[in-house]
């Protein structure tokens, strides 16, 4: 347990200063790159102002993440002090992956100078191939079987196929979720750096071991340091390299956890933020009518007269709430 309690706090303090320092400098890099932030006409009017704000943020999440992990492994390798875990690595690069989509798609749109840069379809076939490499690379581990955990029992069920397609859909449906919620001003960042707070916790008193407690303290580490800048009102945004990489992390993290499912617990902010897209375009293509003002949810709140930071309080306090929960179900 004291090995874990080092890890989480070692991996939270250092990723928080390193992404903090990196994020500072990365503002004004990207305003001479004119790497500013384009506003959706459909969005809430008062949202016209952000526009120029620069975005891609989340590679500084990125390079902290890739540097702690460097640091993780060649500490591991050449003192010996701790057998590195090869599952924290997968699960790292998973989110990595995620993050080098992100830059793709935001770079597309810098250069469409307009809010739309992959295709639906061209971003979820990259995810796909992502999730696919990532089960792929668990199973030949033995990281991973065919059996699902039912959170709050310790039934496991031997599901055969049917467990990689439940486990495709969980990968590419937080990671996308994770992007929907990205939307105000340290909504996205704030929400993760309780999960990560979840994960390192969950580490540490259930002794899920260092990988676990080294990645709850990097997740909770990177949203800390970059809310510093991103906290209402945000002087940068992560864009989708940043949404679509905690994305990767969070779930990956569920994975590392043993109990996939439980994301749809601890992670219940990201699936209403889906959910009330999804019942919105269906309400509106059945009856013509909207269910929300907008969506995701958290622009129906804007509408309804709350303040970004009152939704991103009510936010955290749920997932908080939901965190406690889920610790009880895993």
């Not at 004119?34 to 943020?57: C, D, S």
């Not at 999960?195 to 676990?212: N, S």
Request: positive net charge; glycine residues 12%; charged residues 10%.
């Amino acid at each position: 347990m004291t090995v874990d309690i080092i890890f989480a706090a070692a991996s939270f303090l250092l990723s928080f200063i390193v992404c903090a320092v990196i994020t500072r400098f990365l503002i004004p890099k990207l305003k001479s790159l004119k790497m500013g932030q384009k506003i959706l006409e459909i969005g809430p009017r008062w949202h016209k102002g952000k526009e120029g704000t620069p975005t891609m943020g989340g590679i500084a999440m990125l390079a902290t993440t890739l540097f702690i992990m460097i640091v993780y492994v060649l500490t591991g390798v050449l003192s010996g002090l701790y057998e590195v875990s090869f599952k924290l690595v997968i699960v790292v690069s998973y989110g990595l992956l995620n993050g080098m989509i992100g830059i793709i798609d935001d770079r597309v749109k810098l250069l469409k100078k307009e809010n739309a840069g992959l295709t639906a379809w061209q971003k979820y076939a990259l995810q796909f191939v992502c999730a696919g490499i990532f089960l792929a690379v668990m199973r030949i581990c033995g990281y991973i079987d065919t059996t699902l955990h039912i959170p709050f029992t310790s039934l496991h069920l031997d599901i055969g196929f049917f467990y990689y397609i439940i486990a495709v859909l969980l990968l590419t449906g937080v990671v996308n979720a994770v992007n929907l919620t990205d939307g105000i001003d340290g909504l996205a960042s704030s929400v993760t750096l309780i999960v990560g707070c979840f994960f390192a916790v969950c580490a540490i008193t259930k002794l899920q071991g260092e990988g676990l407690s080294l990645l709850g303290g990097v997740t909770a580490g990177v949203c800390g340091g970059f809310l510093v800048y991103n906290f209402f009102p945000a002087k940068i945004f992560m864009g989708d390299t940043g949404s679509l990489f905690l994305g990767g992390i969070v779930v990956g993290g569920a994975f590392m956890l043993g109990s996939p499912l439980a994301v749809v617990l601890f992670g219940i902010v990201y699936i209403i933020e889906t959910l009330s897209v999804i019942l919105q375009v269906a309400s509106f293509k059945l009856t013509g009518k909207r269910i929300f003002k907008m969506s995701p949810i958290h622009h129906h709140f804007e509408m309804c007269g709350w303040s970004e930071i009152k939704i991103v309080t009510v936010a955290s306090i749920i997932t908080g709430v939901f965190c406690v929960i889920s610790y009880f179900a895993v």
